[in-house]
């Protein structure tokens, strides 16, 4: 593993949008952080599936406790050094905040992912990974609604196994139905602990279906998930509040099929990991657009660089052929790393998840998201 820098001098996020109110109240003596950023140490590593590890992760300070909080739900940003890069990324807690002494990433290692395969290839005991957070919005702590609609798939499911996880520890009285699809049913991630759970909580209601199971004595469900799947696992299918997360492919299959289901969008929360596209590996290198630059100035007040924006280009792909380095991570709107300050000027922003009020009034935008209206100035 690249050696991490604690004086580098960007931050993972600028400034990371509020996280909800924390689920449990601390039990060491060590200040909880509600925008925590530092430094854990890994504890231990565990082989889920071909591919899929979990690493736990401890204070690094030697403390007891970890110095935050979270609520199911909710991601780190981290960071490495790699190839002299730093890069940015985010991972879903998928362990319950009741567990105080460590907190669980369980990172997928794509094929070629720079930052997945560093970490399930080169990650041992006793690293440290620079991480801050929590962040998120995708939550579900049981007090938003009397059932929980969970439909996952792939690594999509780490959120909600730190949801499952923390509602049945709680005893939570609610009807909690998992809808998970995988490969194959070795792909199935945690996929003894959810059975073990299933037999003793008459709650939790688990379907899961693998699009793969050829060659195996498989006996859940095959295929993708249908409404089919969705309607015989759930009753009062629309009636009820419902999470995805899963590939952008799945998640845009699933809110067709719920919207045609009758389920109000309203009652419908998404978390996406990312776009399907390479990111660039370091500020400068990301691909020229070959449109003109026609747009609107864009000048980056920090760097003493100006630059007419091209047609359908984002400020961070500008910055990205500047060099100006602003952190980022998902480029989709959901882990707040790449917030800016913008001075002067106009925007729009197709998805701004992780801006809150504060972010709003205080003029911060997503440089992810943010496309030009007019010539705008930001801090970078
Ligand atoms: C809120 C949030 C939570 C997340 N939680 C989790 C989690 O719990 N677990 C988890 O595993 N991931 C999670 N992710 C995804 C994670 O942040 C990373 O995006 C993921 O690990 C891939 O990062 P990478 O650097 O390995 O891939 P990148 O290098 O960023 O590549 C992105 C994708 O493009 C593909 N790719 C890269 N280069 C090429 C190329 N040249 N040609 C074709 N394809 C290419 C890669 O295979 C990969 O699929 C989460 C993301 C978000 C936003
Ligand atoms: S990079 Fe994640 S919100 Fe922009």
Request: glycine share 8%; with cysteine; charged share 20%.
């Amino acid at each position: 593993m690249s050696p991490l820098s604690p004086q580098e001098k960007a931050p993972l996020a600028a400034d990371p949008q509020a996280a909800p109110a924390a689920v449990l109240q601390p039990t060491s003596a060590s200040p909880v952080a509600a925008n925590w950023r530092g430094f854990l140490r890994v504890g231990s590593i565990i082989t889920e599936t071909p591919g899929v590890k979990t690493f736990r992760l401890l204070p690094s300070s030697g403390d007891r406790f970890l110095p935050f909080t979270f609520v199911p739900g909710q991601f780190l940003n981290v960071a490495f050094w790699i190839g002299g890069a730093r890069m940015n990324r985010s991972y879903s807690i998928s362990s319950s905040p009741t567990k105080r002494e460590y907190v669980d990433l369980t990172v997928k290692r794509e094929p070629r992912g720079a930052v997945s395969r560093h970490i399930v290839d080169l990650l041992r005991v006793g690293d440290l990974i620079e991480a801050a957070g929590p962040v998120g919005k995708f939550t579900f702590d049981g007090t938003e609604a009397d059932s929980i609609v969970l439909i996952a798939a792939g690594v999509g499911i780490t959120p909600m196994a730190s949801i499952t996880r923390y509602l049945i520890e709680q005893g939570w009285g609610g009807d909690i139905f998992l809808i998970y699809a995988c490969r194959t049913p070795a792909d199935f991630i945690f996929g003894d602990e959810i059975a073990a759970l299933q037999r003793v909580h008459p709650k939790l209601r688990v379907a899961v279906t693998a699009s793969k199971p050829e060659g195996t004595d498989w006996k859940g469900g095959r295929g993708r998930i249908t409404k089919e799947l969705l309607t015989q696992t759930v009753p009062d299918l629309a009636s009820r509040r419902i999470h995805i997360c899963g590939p952008p492919l799945m998640m845009e299959a699933t809110r067709a099929m719920l919207t045609e289901l009758g389920v109000p969008p309203g009652q419908v929360k998404t978390e996406s990991f990312g776009a399907i596209k390479p990111s660039p590996a370091a500020a400068g290198t990301a691909l020229k657009a070959t449109a003109p630059a026609t747009g609107p100035m864009v000048t980056f007040s920090t760097n003493r660089k100006s630059a007419r924006i091209k047609v359908d280009q984002t400020v961070l792909e500008l910055s990205e052929e500047l060099s100006i380095g602003i952190a980022n991570s998902c480029r989709v709107g959901t882990c707040g790393v790449c917030k800016v300050k913008m001075t002067s000027g106009e925007v729009a922003m197709e998805v701004e998840d992780s801006l809150d009020a504060d972010d709003k009034a205080n003029g911060i935008i997503l440089a992810c998201q943010a496309k030009p209206k007019s010539d705008i100035a930001v801090e970078a």
